[in-house]
């Protein structure tokens, strides 16, 4: 059962030099999925995002199904270059936070069975990356989402809103076409970029950079820079 979606432009295309990134917020009874796109220059839209939900009496396997379906779906339909998914941490809630890994397990499966590379991220770091405060509550995380984003509207409900957070976290903390490729953050190995290749340059981790690799490799530099003691922000 759909019980969100339509916030954002499916027909939406990228920036030549944009990255896409598909955020989750895992849940059995409801799964966010949000899609977001990312330019060097930091500036997020949405593409899609919806909201997985099914009913506490349904069968495990038919509600795991459900996500897995939706999941790649999207995934199919959007073509992102990675997969955020809010890291699973122990909690008092036994059985939430088990329905929570198994919906998690299922995402991040299909993922790498499109060959998506996968990262984690626990649920201060969003925070902290869109509001500022890894302490912020699920109104703040919305409503500077919905600043972030440009839209007319929050996107509702909280799940929906905390997918797009994940999403713009892992573009803007992982550092996806400069720093976050030579890095530990992501759990599974990137994939060859799909943005055509400059010319005479290989394809991959570790071979030529393609024009979103650059320009988010200088904008991290310039990042970087602005945030050493002294620094002035240059690349």
Do not use: Y
Request: charged fraction near 20%.
């Amino acid at each position: 059962m759909d019980t969100g979606g339509g916030v954002g432009d499916r027909t939406a295309r990228r920036e030549p030099t944009a990255l896409r990134v598909i955020g989750v917020d895992p849940g059995l009874t409801r799964c966010g999925i949000a899609v977001v796109d990312v330019t060097a220059r930091r500036t997020a839209t949405l593409v899609d995002v919806t909201v997985v939900g099914t009913p506490a009496d349904h069968t495990l396997d038919a509600r795991l199904l459900e996500i897995d379906s939706a999941i790649t779906r999207m995934l199919q339909l959007h073509q992102p270059d990675h997969l955020a998914v809010e890291r699973v941490f122990a909690q008092n809630n036994t059985p939430t936070v088990v329905g929570t890994a198994q919906a998690s397990g299922v995402v991040i499966a299909a993922a790498a069975r499109a060959g998506i590379p996968v990262a984690l991220h626990t649920p201060s770091e969003v925070k902290a990356a869109v509001t500022g405060n890894g302490n912020a509550g699920k109104e703040q995380v919305t409503s500077m989402v919905t600043r972030i984003l440009r839209l007319d509207a929050p996107p509702r409900p909280a799940d929906a809103a905390d997918a797009i957070a994940l999403a713009i976290t892992h573009a803007w903390r992982g550092g996806l076409m400069g720093r976050g490729l030579e890095t530990a953050s992501l759990t599974s190995p990137a994939r060859p970029s799909r943005f055509p290749t400059t010319p005479g340059a290989s394809r991959g981790q570790g071979g030529g950079m393609t024009a979103a690799q650059k320009a988010w490799l200088a904008a991290e530099k310039k990042a970087a820079g602005g945030r050493r003691p002294g620094g002035r922000g240059g690349a």
